[in-house]
């Protein structure tokens, strides 16, 4: 299986060529890219398919090494991996596809494909990652491209600093994960994956490794307190939020977890830590997504609110939930988000309440974006159904009652909001934006129909997938009825809410919001979260730490050096008094030292 | 005798400045030229060292030695270790490059190349001195040409500049020239041979206060913190090849002397004193920072973020450990590649915006793609992205400073994600933002200006996606250090 060395260095390839000549060739580049990305799938589905034979491929080579400080590049593939490689490969060839036609007048086309196919590469890089090292290499540059695809269109100041927002946040994050490695490394002299898990790690040590690393985790994967970054990244060009900002990389946090579950498991406080960061996250972000009216806000924070449930899986124990709901979640959210892509490219705005009857319009989108909302919403038989339904049946299972019961609240609270969604723009009468819609050129729909069959179908493995995915030990789902049926009503009351207030107009929404009036100020500004950091960072360490210190800087050390210069100059001034030319005065010092010295050899002689 | 490769090094700018110095000063071309072939002749020579280098037998390598003045242990003596190598080949690319960028000088240009050369001369003669006396006087040479640099070609406020930064340095150079004194005095080895004097024995309480004194007097070159504000406004008033080389070589100076001199003869001085200087370097790191973050000069910017790096060069020697001292180096060479580019694109940018303020700026990237990409990649060096060789050298001083000092390694870790914080903010607003007529006349890089931004960029490169081909070289000179010192691998 050496061939799985090419999974992620082919995408490399394709970004140097493009970085280099890509302008010279425009259109082309994206073919290139493509090409490069399929061949990359391929491969990674041939090696999931040999993992599903039983085989597992490790190799590693060195990178540098001071005496036995070594630290390597090495990849290794095992059930995790090889499904991670798939999901990972095959959004990114039907994003790359879709984008032809989403980004065919922007004028840095060939740039745009140069950094999907880098972030591409690096994210499959982090799957097969054997170490710690490598894997934090990857996670770093997916965050540089995460920075430069959110910041495409530089001009507009909102895009340029919702960049700048995306990349130090998640960077907060990053701190915690590399003093996680280090501390991991002095204790078990490696950076090697399987050699860390393998070692004894005792329980503090365990607990404050665990809760590092998923400081790190919290960043990439937007949850509670930094979440903050990933609505603004919807400035980005939106088929790079869908593989970027929804299916892939912002689930590398949940990836992280799962790859070093063995530490978490060392470690209940640090799995309580998990489940509780993602039960507020996914439902807080569920509660903001309900006030919002952009469609890719929405998304966003719906993005947020599902990775806390993939979070919540993982800290009530249940490592195959977490990554059942990741696999099942890529696909549901790249549809969305794709299909979100082609309702913005045809009626120029985001705002849901400037559309309106879309379905008539655009078929396709409208009902491939309806069957992904189902099964967001967990409608019965759809991905969404079985992988959600896993994580609240582990987490009643683990006695976490309170996570349990914000986890069925969400998802009455996600369908709600779906649904909201669906109704607004794809029913109703057609506003103006939408007078004018058109259904998007083939090469845009056809993912949103590749994408519909793993919408559905993907979670019909439920029963084999915790065998497969859980360390190779047999892990089956298991169901509690009454579990199930709770969360579909939950399920069916969101929709059947947001049939009523915005399909047959039960009630005003606007009445509503008036009679929850500070609930729904609270929500519209985001619980005053990012006011705070607002506050916190502009007006607290830009304005005034930072201009405190820059004052102080050249006000006090500065002068206090230039003090020094003058005392010395100074010193020169008066001293120079001395020498005043005077033959008188040098006589009378001569004669006075001369005394001096005379009367010191006198005292010596008696 | 082999070759003399290190005097050839050291000589080839020497000779250049003779020759400039006898060519008419109409023709700028023939001038230009010979600065560049001169320094292009020490680029390849250490280039040559670091290849050469045997790094199975460590230890000093192409020696020479000529005595001079035998009675008090003065001779010309010449040599190359694992952590020198990579200084004089920073050197190399850093005055290279800076006589390239240097070509749209048009004022004084044959003045202009002898002190550009001159300072090099210094630099190079410093890193390959077995003998203090000589490093002194190199140490010496690398200062004073700055004066005239700044004082002529200066801009903005450049006489206050020209004399903080010249006093201020010279200030340093006092309390350096009295620890050698003093260790010549105490040692009673009547010599100033480095090596002699590491050898002998010294009282805990000499070691002590002249590792002090030494660490104080290289720390003014190092930036160490309180005295690192001749940085931010020299920097501001130096023409763009003074600032390339006073930040990418003259604080290496610095640095270097505190591990050559102080730690490699005041072993025992350095274990007890580097617990102190190891929480100015965290002040270093932070405090710079945070200062960054307040500016609004271009230059300034730059200038503060030396002073954060350099923090984490002085915290790395701090740990006395292998690895520790290995990142310090690594950062020396690291910090000087990425810092020389980023005024060589400060200078590239005023030179035809004429202005350095920040908030006049905005919206270049359209115009200026190249000279954005060059500037992003060295931002990301910066912060330490991996794939840069700022990743790799950040890493291992981090690595080795959490053994000896775990408080102040987080700190430090959390002082230098702050430089995100200042990159991005000048990316944004420099570069990104909405495009403006005022700068409709901007050109982008040429292929000739291109050539140094190749480099320098190269190098961060290079030497982050390969960084074991200079850590197998450092690691060897780090490795003599630290046993010296009595700190372990981590």
Not at chain 1, 248 to 270: K, N
Not at chain 2, 163 to 173: A, F, R, V, W
Not at chain 2, 304 to 311: D, I, K
Request: charged share 10%; glycine share 10%.
């Amino acid at each position: 299986m050496t061939y799985v060395w090419l999974i992620p260095l082919i995408p490399v390839l394709a970004f140097i060529v493009l970085t280099f000549v890509g302008r010279k060739f425009s259109k082309a580049s994206a073919y290139f890219a493509i090409a490069c990305t399929v061949v990359a799938m391929v491969l990674s589905y041939v090696a999931f398919f040999s993992v599903l034979g039983g085989s597992s491929f490790h190799q590693a080579f060195k990178w540098f090494s001071i005496s036995s400080f070594k630290v390597a590049v090495g990849v290794s593939v095992d059930s995790l991996s090889a499904l991670m490689l798939i999901i990972v490969a095959t959004v990114s060839v039907l994003v790359q596809v879709y984008s032809i036609g989403y980004m065919e007048e922007e004028d840095r086309f060939s740039w745009y494909y140069a950094v999907v196919s880098l972030f591409t590469a690096a994210m499959l890089g982090l799957v097969l990652a054997d170490n710690f090292i490598l894997f934090y290499s990857c996670w770093e540059l997916m965050g540089l491209c995460s920075y430069l695809l959110i910041g495409y269109w530089y001009e507009k100041p909102e895009a340029s600093s919702a960049a700048k927002k995306a990349f130090i946040v998640t960077r907060i994050g990053d701190i915690g994960l590399l003093v996680g490695i280090i501390i991991l490394y002095i204790t078990t002299k490696s950076f090697n994956f399987n050699t860390v898990f393998s070692t004894h790690i005792g329980g503090g040590i365990a607990t404050a490794s665990a809760i590092l690393l998923f400081f790190g985790a919290m960043g990439k994967s937007a949850q509670f307190p930094l979440h903050v970054w990933l609505p603004y990244a919807m400035e980005g060009p939106t088929p790079a939020s869908a593989l970027i900002h929804a299916a892939t990389m912002v689930a590398a946090g949940v990836y992280l977890v799962a790859r070093t579950y063995p530490i978490f498991q060392a470690s209940p406080t640090a799995l309580n830590v998990v489940a509780i960061i993602g039960a507020i996250s996914a439902i807080g972000a569920a509660l903001m997504a309900v006030v919002q009216n952009d469609i890719k806000r929405i998304l966003a924070y719906c993005t947020i609110s599902q990775l806390g449930y993939m979070m919540i899986g993982l800290g009530v124990g249940s490592l195959t939930a977490g990554i059942f709901h990741l696999m099942t979640h890529a696909f549901f959210k790249a549809l969305l988000f794709l299909g979100s892509g082609c309702v913005i490219h045809a009626c120029h705005t985001n705002d849901i309440f400037e559309m309106g009857g879309l379905s008539k319009k655009m078929k396709i989108t409208s009902w491939t974006f309806i069957i992904a909302s189902l099964s967001v919403a967990g409608f019965p038989g759809l991905a969404g159904f079985f992988s959600k339904d896993e994580i609240i049946t582990a987490a009643f299972k683990s006695g976490n009652y309170v996570i349990f019961a914000l986890a069925l609240i969400t998802a009455f609270l996600t369908s709600f909001y779906m649904f909201r969604l669906c109704f607004v723009a794809f029913f109703g009468e057609t506003k103006v934006k939408a007078k004018k819609a058109q259904e998007a050129p083939l090469s845009m729909t056809i993912p949103l129909i590749i994408l519909v069959i793993p919408s559905i179908a993907a979670g019909w493995v439920a029963f084999s997938f915790g065998n497969f995915i859980y360390f190779k030990h047999p892990h089956a789902a298991e169901m509690n009825i009454l579990v199930m049926i709770a969360s579909v009503a939950m399920g069916l009351l969101g929709i059947v809410l947001a049939w009523g207030i915005y399909y047959r107009n039960w009630i005003s929404d606007e009445e509503i919001s008036r009679k929850i009036g500070p609930v729904h100020a609270l929500l519209e500004n985001k619980f005053y979260v990012d006011s705070i950091y607002s506050f916190l960072a502009h007006k607290v360490m830009i304005d005034g730490i930072c201009s405190g210190f820059a004052w102080a800087d050249m006000k006090i050390i500065n002068r206090g050096i230039d003090g020094i210069a003058q005392l010395i100059n100074w010193i020169g001034k008066e001293l120079r008094l001395a020498e005043s030319g005077g033959l008188d005065n040098y006589t009378l010092i001569t004669f006075g030292c001369l005394a001096l010295i005379m009367f010191y050899l006198l005292t010596l002689i008696f | 005798m082999a070759f003399p490769i290190l005097s050839f090094i050291i000589l080839a700018p020497l000779v250049g400045v003779l020759a400039i110095a006898v060519i008419p000063k109409q023709k700028l071309l023939a001038i230009r030229s010979t600065a560049a072939a001169a320094t292009f002749v020490s680029l390849a020579g250490s280039v040559l060292i670091c290849v050469l280098y045997d790094r199975v037998a460590g230890g000093m390598q192409f020696i020479e030695k000529l005595s001079w003045i035998h009675s008090i242990g003065i001779s010309y003596s010449l040599g190359v270790d694992g952590i020198s190598c990579p200084m004089v080949l920073l050197t190399g690319i850093v005055i290279f490059t800076g006589v390239l960028v240097s070509w749209s000088i048009n004022e004084r240009v044959k003045q202009f190349f002898i002190n550009l050369l001159l300072l090099s001369v210094g630099a190079f003669g410093v890193f390959c001195s077995r003998n203090l006396f000589f490093f002194f006087l190199f140490y010496e040479i690398a200062v004073l040409p700055m004066f005239l640099l700044i004082s002529v070609w200066g801009s903005g406020d450049k006489y206050y500049g020209a004399y903080k930064l010249t006093l201020q340095k010279i200030g340093g150079s006092v309390l350096v020239f009295i620890g050698i004194l003093a260790l010549y005095a105490v040692s009673g080895q009547n010599t100033f041979d480095i090596a002699t004097l590491s050898r002998a024995e010294y009282l805990i309480s000499v070691q002590k206060i002249l590792f002090l004194v030494l660490c104080l007097g290289f720390g003014v070159l190092a930036l160490l913190w309180p005295l690192h504000t001749w940085a931010p406004i020299g920097h501001a008033a130096a023409p763009t090849a003074a600032s390339m080389f006073l930040a990418g070589v003259s604080m290496k100076m610095g640095a270097y002397g505190i591990l050559r001199v102080a730690i490699g003869i005041l072993p025992e001085g350095a274990k007890a004193i580097m617990p102190y200087i190891a929480v100015l370097a965290i002040i270093n790191v932070v405090y710079g920072a945070i200062v960054a973050m307040a500016q609004t000069d271009f230059k300034y910017i730059v200038g503060y973020s030396s002073v954060s790096h350099m923090g984490l060069v002085i915290l790395g020697l701090a740990t006395l450990n292998w690895v520790g001292i290995s990142g310090a180096v690594f950062q020396m060479f690291s910090h000087g590649v990425m810092t020389a580019a980023l005024f060589a694109l400060v200078g590239f940018v005023y030179g035809q915006t004429h202005t350095r303020d920040i908030r006049e700026l905005g919206g270049l990237a359209a115009k200026l793609p190249i000279i954005t990409g060059v500037f992003v990649l060295a931002g990301l060096t910066s912060l330490g992205l991996p794939g840069t060789s700022g990743f790799v050298a950040e890493f291992l001083v981090f690595m080795g400073a959490f053994k000896a000092y775990k408080v102040i390694t987080v700190l430090a870790i959390i002082g230098s994600a702050l430089t995100a914080v200042y990159v991005l903010r000048v990316v944004r607003k420099v570069f990104y933002g909405p495009v403006s007529k005022k700068w409709e006349n901007l050109n982008d890089a040429t292929a000739f200006e291109m050539v140094p931004l190749l480099i320098l960029t190269g190098a961060q490169i290079f030497f982050g996606i390969h960084p074991g081909a200079l850590v197998s070289l450092i690691n060897i000179g780090a490795k003599a250090v630290a046993v010296k010192a009595g700190g372990g691998l981590l």
